[in-house]
């Protein structure tokens, strides 16, 4: 029975919570409504009725005798049904409350509570489908028992964001390099900042050692080892944004140049803020708001190296390397370098929390499993949805 | 009467050592000392000893340098440390005759006599050595002699010196003169002269020893000796006091006296805590030592303050102090990085934990926002045009 213009693929049913009434089971509620639906049904809710059922119970136990379709008049359908092996049969009606009710002839007590229910729980655009069931008996005389509602919504979606694994398409967004560049880097900027705290901070080393070690020298030369692989990590990563093959690797992608992404800016930000509830343009890579915030990081990340070495270079101002380093020194004086230095480091852990806040509720509540791609190097994207950089 | 107490135009130092009555012995001793300071910096390679030796050669060689030593904005401290510096005799010789020609401290004519002396020397090849900062500001009046501004002095005795050597922070950069606000824009000698290179012998004063090493090297060479990125004696400024204390190893443990007075302090640890700036300054301070290899302050138990590091009174302070503060604009209050940093990560935790929170509600708005359901054929409803059609 099909009474909309709507492409199926649009509308989404939703359930609510069964609601059974005189100690009945919603499990038997639930089974009911889909059993009442006649075979071999195309309305969507009868469907998503039947597929919440046949989660609990195999419905091929059941098989149907006759359906009474819905009369406009008295606004309920009748299904006669019977255990498959069994003479046993049983009728179920689906309707309106009301007309459900009226049919089961309820005492006043049941008829205003389930009314006075189902109008306060029928909130968010929920409408009430109620049942009840009833022994067959010559035409007029079954007894109807009143067994629940359940809460019903049919809603449109113009994308249509199904949850099954089957809409989505696996899309490979990060090279295992960056990937390993990436963990590479928190690794080691986590190292960097233990040792660092630790180096600048006395109650530590004493906790630690009660004086009489290398202690501090073991902490710094971890240190500068931690700060050459850190340089390492990214030189590679600045050849990488301009080597790699990935287009979502490459120095464009760092920047939000292009007007669109200017334009969809505005958008990522009114949505983070809270100030636009329709989901802002889809990118498989970063959009214009991560775009920045990792380009920002990447900033922080070179002055990190640039602080860092240039305070190394008082160890040797002549090395072939360091020497350049030294300049930066006499910039602003080596002391508000390590306090520039120092800063560096709570600058990246302020980072991390929101980092990888954004990254988990991509994952959670945005569904595009960003945070398994910086892992897996892929991500799930809804088919259908359009991607600004796809 | 030829003085025979004089360094004579013809004569060669070591002419003037021997009329002086200073012995074979004491000169050599002297240039040994000398070979130790200038190879200490690792500048030049090759034995000491013979390093010594051509040292002695050369410098009994040398003739006698015209000399004008300026002293201008500054508090003659510099020149003090340089006078109790004279340990042997032959350094005191050097130092002696150095200031030969005109410095306003040391030299007997006065007025007149003095200006005259100052417009011969300057007008010959001669050594320019600068004391003392060159102030700018308002047409350079806060600091004038016989009438004429120190820049105006400067630029004169420059003109035919065939060296220049600034001695001091001050002649450097300005020092304390230029400490921030620098009320009378003080600046350093390069700052003036910028056609040739200057060699500054950093430091707020610098140890004796290596004034009259520069000065023995320019003796004997002739030039200057070689220079580090900003102008300062590699010799003296290539080592760093840290990597030369007798406290590293304390530090290498991470034993730090935390207050002047209490245990670790006591036990001579290292000063890094107490705001000892070692680690960033560049001077010979804990190899040559002060006042005739006595001590110097790290060794006598306090911090290093950095002064022959450019711009120390802004840039190394506070000075009993680790790392700067950051005054925090509007209250005025100092906070220090690791205060301000753990404030950012909580705001920033906190800011996550807002913004969940804020997702949730966002969430069940969204969801009491959306509409009422489409019509429902389960419960009769039926398309609209349908019912168009019925009526
Ligand atoms: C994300 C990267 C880094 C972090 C979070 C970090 C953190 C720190 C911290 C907290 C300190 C102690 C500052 C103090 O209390 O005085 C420090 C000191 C230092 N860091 Fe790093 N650092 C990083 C990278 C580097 C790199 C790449 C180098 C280069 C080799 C480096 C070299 C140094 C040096 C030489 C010091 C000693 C400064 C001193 O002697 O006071 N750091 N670092
Ligand atoms: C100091 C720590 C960190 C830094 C500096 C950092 C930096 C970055 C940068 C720059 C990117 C962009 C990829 C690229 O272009 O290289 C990125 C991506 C990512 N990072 Fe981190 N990260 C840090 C820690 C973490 C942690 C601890 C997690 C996870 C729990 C994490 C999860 C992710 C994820 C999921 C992505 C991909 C995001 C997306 O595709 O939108 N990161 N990170
Ligand atoms: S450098 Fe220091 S000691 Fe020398 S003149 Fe300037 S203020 Fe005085
Ligand atoms: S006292 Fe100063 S110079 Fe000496 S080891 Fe400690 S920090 Fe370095």
């Not at chain 1, 693929?9 to 009434?21: C, K, N, T, V, Y």
């Not at chain 1, 008829?111 to 069931?133: C, D, N, P, S």
């Not at chain 1, 630790?198 to 030369?221: A, C, E, K």
């Amino acid at each position: 029975m099909k009474i909309f213009d709507i492409p199926e693929d649009e509308i989404r049913i939703e359930l609510g919570d069964p609601a059974p009434f005189d100690g009945g089971k919603r499990r038997e509620l639930m089974l009911a409504a889909a059993l009442g639906a006649p075979v071999g049904t195309r309305d969507p809710v009868d469907l998503a009725l039947l597929s919440a059922a046949s989660r609990k119970e195999d419905l091929r136990h059941f098989e149907q005798t006759a359906f009474t379709p819905l009369e406009p008049r008295l606004a309920r359908s009748i299904a006669r049904v019977r255990r498959v092996g069994t003479e046993e049969e049983e009728l179920i009606a689906r309707g309106e409350v009301d007309a459900i009710l009226y049919l089961c002839r309820a005492d006043e007590a049941t008829r205003f509570r389930a009314e006075l229910q189902a109008e306060m729980r029928m909130t968010r655009g929920y409408r009430a489908l109620g049942i009840a069931k009833a022994k067959p008996e010559p035409k007029g005389n079954e007894s109807w028992t009143f067994m629940g509602y359940i809460p019903i919504r049919a809603t449109r979606h113009k994308s249509t964001h199904s949850e099954e694994p089957a809409d989505f398409n696996y899309v490979t967004v990060w090279d295992w390099q960056l990937r390993v560049l990436h963990w590479l880097s928190v690794f080691l900027i986590l190292v960097l900042s233990l040792t660092g705290l630790l180096m600048g901070s006395s109650r530590f080393i004493y906790g630690v050692t009660q004086g009489y070690s290398n202690y501090l020298s073991w902490l710094r030369l971890t240190h500068f080892v931690a700060g050459w692989f850190l340089l390492c990590a990214a030189i590679l990563r600045i050849a990488g944004l301009f080597l790699a093959s990935n287009r979502f690797q490459r120095w464009y992608a760092l920047f939000p140049v292009k007007k669109r992404d200017l334009n969809n800016l505005v958008q990522v930000v009114q949505n983070y803020l809270f100030c636009r509830f329709e989901r802002p343009p889809h990118y498989i890579g970063h959009n214009p708001l991560q775009q920045i915030a990792y380009t920002a990081i990447f900033g922080v990340g070179l002055a990190a190296l640039f602080t860092g070495f240039a305070l190394y270079a008082l160890y040797a101002p002549d090395h072939w390397l360091l020497r350049y380093f030294v300049w930066f020194d006499d910039l602003f004086g080596v002391q508000y370098l390590r306090l520039a230095h120092q800063l560096i480091m709570w600058i990246f852990l302020a980072f991390i929390p929101i980092h990888v806040y954004l990254s988990i509720r991509a994952d959670t509540v945005e569904r595009e499993g960003a945070l398994s791609s910086i892992v897996s190097g892929g991500r799930w994207c809804r088919k259908g949805t359009k991607f600004e950089d796809g | 009467m030829k003085d025979l107490q004089q360094w004579a135009e013809e004569d060669t130092f070591g002419d003037l050592l021997k009329r002086r009555g200073v012995s074979r012995r004491e000169f050599l001793s002297f240039c040994g000392k000398m070979a130790a300071l200038i190879g200490a910096g690792g500048v030049f390679a090759g034995s000491r000893t013979a390093w010594a030796q051509e040292l002695a050669g050369r410098l009994e060689g040398a003739r006698r340098p015209s000399v004008v030593y300026l002293q201008l904005q500054e508090c003659t401290g510099c020149l003090e440390s340089l006078l109790r510096s004279a340990s042997t005799p032959v350094e005191e010789l050097i130092l002696e005759q150095i200031s030969l020609d005109y410095n306003e401290l040391l030299m007997a004519p006065s007025g007149e006599a003095a200006e005259q002396a100052l417009a011969t020397a300057q007008g010959k090849p001669h050594l320019l050595l600068v004391n003392g900062s060159v102030p700018l500001k308002d047409g350079g009046v806060y600091c004038t002699i016989g009438g004429r501004s120190a820049r105006d002095v400067l630029e004169r005795a420059a003109a035919n010196a065939t060296a220049v050597v600034a001695i001091g922070a001050c002649a450097e950069y300005g020092c304390v003169q230029a400490a921030a606000p620098n009320p009378t824009g003080a600046v350093g000698v390069a700052d003036v002269i910028r056609d040739r290179p200057v060699v500054n012998v950093s430091g707020c004063p610098p140890i004796a020893e290596t004034i009259s090493a520069t000065l023995t090297y320019y003796l004997a060479y002739g030039r200057t000796p070689p220079l580090d990125g900003l102008g300062r004696p590699l010799f003296a400024y290539g080592q760093r006091i840290h990597d030369k204390c007798p406290r590293r190893a304390s530090f290498d443990a991470g034993q730090f006296a935390e207050r002047f007075d209490d245990q670790n302090a006591r036990l001579g640890h290292c000063l890094y805590r107490l705001g000892c700036k070692g680690p960033a300054t560049f001077a010979p301070c804990a190899t040559i030592e002060w006042n005739d290899g006595l001590s110097f302050p790290i060794k006598a138990g306090h911090p290093c303050l950095g002064c022959t590091e450019r711009h120390f009174y802004d840039r190394m302070t506070p000075f009993y102090r680790r790392l700067p503060g950051i005054v925090v604009p509007g209250i005025g209050v100092e906070a220090t990085a690791n205060t301000i940093g753990v404030a950012a990560v909580a705001a920033s935790v906190a800011a996550v934990a807002v913004h969940s929170a804020a997702t949730v509600i966002a969430k069940h708005r969204a969801r009491r926002a959306e509409p009422e359901s489409l019509p429902l054929a389960v419960l009769g409803d039926r398309k609209e045009a349908d019912e168009k059609d019925k009526d």
